[in-house]
């Protein structure tokens, strides 16, 4: 008998039928003996509904009210799918985030979690009850509800699977697995039988939307097998799991693709200690995620910085600098919207050079242009504009040959 999280996607829980079948799906495996925690998202693209309606109250709500407003979504699907599973005669129990145990900082819409003390999660398995948890969602040390951060429902079931000491967890979406690319924009992606905590963590941290980075620290720090897996077949998925030395006769598992990036350039700032720590702080504390920063040679004692951020928040980091910057002592802030990045990343990385070359080769056969690039041990990233973004994927992934089947002891397999 295994304990197992078990963790479904928004899409997955969509609507009713879906929830019927999800419902099937942790029943069998109850049936089988094991014991069962199931972490839901809220059903479909509620998350996003929410967010809309609030824009359309207020373009500046508070951060608190925006949590509570968010964290309804996991509990409409947490109720249904237990109701599905009672109707059937077998016991289930929901609890929110808060009623699990999940304790988090004070942030708000991106807390990170503190501790998780699953005192009733326990007890319900105890009795041999199917646990439905609300993912996405915490409780902070003022008693107030936080969310974790879009996607976070993933980070909810690997630390859930830590605290209760789970066997396994397993992500249950709406592809097979993890793939050497989005397989929505290269419909010839195949799916990768294992890949590691770290090569999932650079492809989840460049754009690869099905597994939130975060989880993937969590997991890494407890060695945590995590299982990525079709919530509509039986078929094994992908396993992400600690680094084998067989997976370094891969030189590039996969590309990832963020879409949506803004480009910011402070031109002509001095150059002189404490200028880019003020203009870097400013935004960390207005909680701007910074991604590439380039800072140019300095020519008669100033240069120009560049850096992107998420679309999203390219207002919110205007306004901010433009507070700041007599003080920098900048001559211009320029804001370059519509940028897209495209990484490649792989552990053989580390031991077969000329990956960055083969990369750039492929955009300029394709005439794209490269407007930044950034490195990692195992990962080089190139930022393109949005336009270009896609076919730069398509590129990547043929120029390192993804599509092609790997032979024995490559991981891999053919997107079905
Ligand atoms: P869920 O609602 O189950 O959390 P998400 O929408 O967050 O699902 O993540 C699944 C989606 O991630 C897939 O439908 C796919 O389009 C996208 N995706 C992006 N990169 C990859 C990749 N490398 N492998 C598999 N799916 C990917
Ligand atoms: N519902 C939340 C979101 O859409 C959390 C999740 O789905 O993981 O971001
Ligand atoms: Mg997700």
Do not use: W
Not at 141 to 147: F, G, L, P, Q, S
């Amino acid at each position: 008998m295994s304990l197992v999280v078990m963790k479904f996607g928004g899409s997955s829980v969509a609507d009713a039928e879906k929830i019927k079948r999800v419902a099937s799906r942790v029943m069998e495996r109850r049936k089988k003996g094991d014991k069962v925690v199931v972490v839901v998202s809220a059903p479909g693209d509620m998350t996003d509904d929410l967010e809309a309606m609030a824009e359309k109250i207020t373009d500046n709500p508070h951060e608190r009210e925006m949590d509570m407003l968010l964290a309804t979504g996991e509990q409409v699907s947490i109720a249904l799918l237990s109701m599905a599973i009672n109707h059937h005669g077998m016991e289930a129990v929901s609890f929110t985030g808060p009623q699990a145990g999940f304790f988090a900082d004070l942030s708000h819409t991106r807390a990170r979690i503190k501790h998780i003390r699953p005192v009733k999660v326990m007890k319900a398995l105890a009795k041999g009850q199917i646990v439905i948890v609300a993912g996405f969602q915490a409780l902070n040390a003022k008693r107030d509800i936080v969310t974790l951060g879009r996607g976070g429902s993933d980070l909810s079931a690997v630390a859930l699977a830590v605290a209760v000491k789970a066997d396994v967890c397993e992500i249950y979406t709406d592809v097979k697995g993890v793939y050497t690319t989005d397989p929505r924009i290269v419909p010839e992606a195949r799916k990768i039988t294992q890949i590691s905590y770290d090569e999932m963590l650079e492809l989840a941290g460049a754009g690869a939307q099905v597994m939130q980075a975060r989880s993937i620290e969590v997991g890494k720090k407890y060695a945590m097998p995590i299982h990525v897996r079709s919530t509509f077949s039986h078929e094994t998925g992908t396993m992400i799991r600690t680094e084998v030395s067989n997976m370094e006769e891969v030189v590039v598992s996969g590309v990832a693709y963020d879409k949506n990036q803004a480009k910011i350039t402070i031109r002509n700032v001095p150059d002189r200690p404490g200028v880019a720590a003020k203009m870097f702080g400013a935004l960390a504390d207005k909680g701007v995620n910074v991604d590439m920063i380039i800072q140019s040679s300095p020519i008669q004692g100033h240069n120009d910085i560049s850096f992107t951020v998420p679309g999203a928040s390219s207002k919110k980091t205007m306004a901010v600098l433009e507070k700041q910057q007599k003080s920098l002592g900048a001559k211009g802030i320029v804001c370059t919207e519509h940028m897209a990045k495209v990484s490649v990343v792989g552990v053989g990385m580390r031991s077969h050079p000329g990956v960055a070359a083969k990369f750039f080769k492929a955009l300029a056969d394709g005439k794209i242009n490269i407007d930044m690039i950034s490195t990692s041990e195992i990962k080089v990233a190139c930022v393109v504009k949005q336009s270009d973004g896609e076919k730069a994927v398509r590129l990547a992934h043929k120029a390192f040959k993804l599509h092609v089947a790997k032979s024995k002891g490559q991981r891999a397999k053919r997107n079905p």
